[in-house]
């Protein structure tokens, strides 16, 4: 008769379990694994950092790089991101982080990298629309189709949100900021 501490085969359910959970644990944690990871998430900082920069160029150009200038802050961000962005990469290729390594191969073990590829693509779309169609309108679309991309069916509330929030948005900005965001196709109404 076997021993319900110990099993049919004389060992410890709970130490089959440890074992289970530590061959999981080697499974999912390759040496090295998750170190073109950490590089990529370091390039893609630099690539963040080189947007704020660009777009605080812009707006200094015209409005001028003083501390009271628009485009001042967004300047300090991108110079700090681009800081950041490069420690980052260095620290990652010279004096790697093993356990972040490790922990960057089980994240990209359990992501979705399917789903993350749509939301990229809709971010892209979404940027290209804010323009002509409007920050309202695409905001909302937007809102709504990431919702539905994240398992929500029910369509009436999430419209009701979206529309809510990005006029909340919208007017936040531009009657209280005095940042005018796209109008696109409701500028004649806005």
Same mark, same amino acid.
């Given at each position: 008769?076997?021993?319900?501490?110990?099993?049919?085969?004389?060992?410890?359910? +709970?130490?089959?379990?440890?074992?289970?959970? @530590?061959?999981?644990? /080697?499974?999912?944690?390759?040496?090295? !694994?998750?170190?073109?990871?950490?590089?990529?998430?370091?390039?893609?900082?630099?690539?963040?950092?080189?947007?704020?920069?660009?777009?605080?160029?812009? *707006?200094?150009? @015209?409005?001028?790089?003083?501390? =009271?200038?628009?485009?001042?802050?967004?300047?300090?961000? $991108?110079?700090?991101? *681009?800081?950041?962005?490069? !420690?980052?990469?260095?620290?990652?290729?010279?004096?790697?982080?093993?356990?972040?390594?490790? =922990? !960057?191969?089980?994240?990209?073990?359990?992501? /979705?990298? +399917?789903?993350?590829? *749509?939301?990229?693509?809709?971010?892209?779309?979404?940027?290209?629309?804010?323009?002509?169609?409007?920050?309202?309108? !695409?905001?909302?679309?937007?809102?709504? $189709?990431?919702?539905?991309?994240?398992?929500?069916?029910?369509?009436? +509330?999430?419209?009701?949100?979206?529309? &809510?929030?990005?006029?909340?948005?919208?007017?936040?900005?531009?009657? &209280?900021?005095?940042? +005018?965001?796209? $109008? $696109?196709?409701?500028?004649?109404?806005?």
């Amino acid at each position: 008769m076997s021993d319900p501490e110990t099993g049919p085969s004389g060992s410890s359910p +709970r130490a089959g379990s440890h074992a289970v959970s @530590n061959a999981g644990s /080697h499974a999912v944690a390759k040496p090295g !694994a998750g170190k073109l990871g950490i590089r990529i998430a370091a390039v893609v900082i630099l690539l963040g950092a080189a947007v704020v920069l660009f777009d605080a160029i812009r *707006v200094s150009i @015209n409005g001028g790089f003083g501390p =009271q200038q628009p485009g001042f802050f967004p300047m300090i961000v $991108g110079i700090g991101l *681009v800081g950041f962005g490069l !420690a980052f990469l260095i620290r990652a290729t010279l004096k790697p982080d093993h356990a972040l390594e490790e =922990q !960057a191969a089980a994240e990209h073990k359990d992501t /979705h990298w +399917r789903t993350l590829w *749509v939301v990229v693509v809709a971010l892209v779309i979404y940027a290209a629309l804010l323009d002509p169609v409007g920050y309202i309108i !695409a905001t909302s679309v937007f809102f709504v $189709g990431i919702a539905w991309l994240a398992g929500s069916r029910k369509i009436i +509330r999430d419209v009701i949100i979206a529309v &809510l929030f990005s006029a909340a948005v919208y007017f936040g900005f531009t009657e &209280l900021l005095g940042v +005018r965001l796209p $109008g $696109g196709l409701l500028e004649t109404v806005l």
